[in-house]
């Protein structure tokens, strides 16, 4: 093409309504974009303890709900590396159950997990929180992970012995940015066995506990928003009173969430994981999910 061909394509005059076009063109490519990104199948990972295998204070820990902290690391590493993106428990309700935000472009590519934890073990903090601390400084990657803390059993400041975390180590993990502080209860006990009065005290005062624990570290009181049932214990009235205080509750009945098709806010599945799982298996499941959903998606299926 000659230089004045040139000129005269960079000043031929554009149709009317051209720039529009070219707008709303880039607003369904986009979209279309992020609609493939979209996977109507998350997984929802639910750990308690994380056992150090290598120490000594492994004997203390027993049963098969306390997760190796090496299996964690192995597993934590390859979601990073296989470009997941860690979810919170708001995050999980504003962009795909509610859909009341668009998902930031930077996680449009990324394939969403969520892992929590249950109960509020000490391991938690003394095994968990160095590894986050270790593979955000290798990967530059902030790492979320999900807390279902009972406050009634915080151990009380300066405790050594406790099996528990404390307040100020639930504040630690919030302030560096790792931790999701959500409630499970105050005294994790079975709600659909209590009256109403103690059906309301458990659910309303783990509420005011934990958010007077961690109150000048979260102005939008985002911690306590959400709600998993101890047991994975629940039932219509159980349901009716959580809903009251609580934007979202948690199952643990090792099924999946397809949030395409979901419809309940307060009954979210979640995977139980327990030492017989490897970090490898996870990963496999999480790969398979992502697939099984992108199949789904194409199909418009649930």
Known sequence: MTENHEQNFVNYSKPKGFYLSLV????????????????????????????????????????????????????????????YWFLTTQDLYNFFLTRSQKIPYEYQKKKPVMISFDDGYKTVYTNLLPVLDKLEKKYTKKIKVVLFI???????????????????ELREGLKKGFYDIQSHGLNHKDLTQLNRRELIKEIL???????????????????????????????KQVESYVSKYYLSSYLYNDELLN????????????????????????????????????????????
């Open 24 to 83: 709303l063109g880039f607003v369904m490519f986009f979209s279309i974009i992020n609609f493939q990104y979209t996977t109507p199948i998350i997984p929802i990972l639910g750990f308690h303890g994380i056992l150090d295998t290598k120490s000594n204070l492994s004997n203390y820990y027993v049963g098969d709900m306390q997760y190796s902290k090496q299996d964690m690391e192995k597993l934590l590493e390859q979601l990073i590396i296989n470009n």
């Open 150 to 168: 009972n406050p009634g059993t915080l151990a009380l400041k300066g405790s050594r012995n406790s099996t528990h975390l404390g307040c100020q």
């Open 205 to 235: 005062q783990s509420r005011t506990e934990l958010r007077k624990c961690t109150q000048d570290l979260d102005p939008d009181q985002k911690v306590a928003s959400h709600f998993a049932y101890p047991y994975g214990a629940y039932n």
């Open 259 to 302: 949030y395409g098709c979901f419809k309940n806010y307060y009954e979210i599945p979640r995977l139980m994981v327990n030492r017989q799982k490897s970090a490898k298996q996870l990963l496999e499941i999480a790969e398979t999910l992502s697939t099984v959903s992108k199949q789904k998606l194409s199909q418009n299926k649930c």
